[in-house]
């Protein structure tokens, strides 16, 4: 890295948005959500989550990132990662160094660097998730996230497997909310499905069956409290994990014996926000009889791997 260059890591999910100073070693984590009254923008983050339960009639709460790809704007997301970053202080400005899903389009990344200089970056770097993780060794990657995961096989230099399904995080909070309103009656917001997600997923590991509480909405759009028991969610979880498995099984099938006996003996990574998920590591690890080995920080993976890409 050169001298006078400030470089900043991003990795912007659709449910976390974590960035990294370089210099400072700061890190700075929001929820990837915005609340927006016409063209006003009224919070992002938890200061949106706050406008969830009010006024729904006229404010908009906008999920801006999906499968990697943008929905709606994400500057005010930026500006706020860099401004609590005190990024623009000093008389550099910052560059950014991004990592984004494998098969991100060039288009795509256009429409993030756009949104990148117009919060006054001065330079965008990419990074493919796969560049990322990748290590010399062989290795069989499964990062699994918010709204996509992402298997990678690579052997002697070369990527073997490389395939995207949309079964993740945002798949399991979507099949709660689905289960919560025909056990109930009420809706529950996916900022309340992903909380009884990790709920639900913190008693399993403890093998537990938790009473569970959050806040849903009858038609009239009144809040009531719901109580739930964490076992009710559990074929939310088990639907996608199974999904999970069954393509990694898929891709594991296709490799030559050889391989196949390397990896039955050191392992699959599995990383990202699924990661910390009761389910997906047993799915897994019964359909292949094989060890999974889980990161211990598996929604910040990424922005861990990131920190050593480029030095201050």
Known sequence: MALLDKWIALDIGAYLARFYDFSTQKEIVLKTIIAQKGSEVLGVSDQAIAYLYKDLDTIQIQYPISHGQILHSIEPLIHEGLDKLHAFDGLLRPSVLVSVPSELSQRQRELWQQAFLNCGVRKVEFISNLEVLQEENP??????????????????????????????????????????????????????????????????????????????????????????????????????????????????????????????????????????????????????????????????????????????
């Open 139 to 312: 290795c069989f990657l499964v990062h699994s996230g918010h709204s996509y995961t992402e298997i990678h096989i690579c052997a002697y230099d070369k990527v073997l497997v490389s395939k995207t399904i949309y079964y993740a995080g945002a798949q399991v909070d979507e099949q709660i909310q689905r289960i919560v309103y025909m056990k109930t009656g009420y809706f529950i917001t996916k900022v309340d499905a992903a909380h009884l997600k990790k709920m639900a997923s913190d008693a399993f590991w403890q093998q537990k069956n938790t009473l569970l509480m959050c806040y849903g909405f009858d038609s009239r759009q009144n809040l009531h409290p719901i109580q739930i028991e964490s076992s009710i969610v559990w074929p939310a979880i088990e639907m996608v994990s199974s999904q999970i498995s069954l393509w990694v099984k898929h891709c594991f099938d296709t490799l030559p014996a050889s391989l196949q006996e390397y990896f039955l003996m050191h392992g699959i990574e599995l990383s990202g926000g699924m990661a910390d998920c009761f389910g997906p590591s047993q799915f897994i690890s019964q359909n292949i009889s094989c060890p999974v080995l889980c990161t211990k920080r598996g929604q910040y993976d990424m922005i861990d791997a990131l920190k050593g890409v480029k030095s201050a």
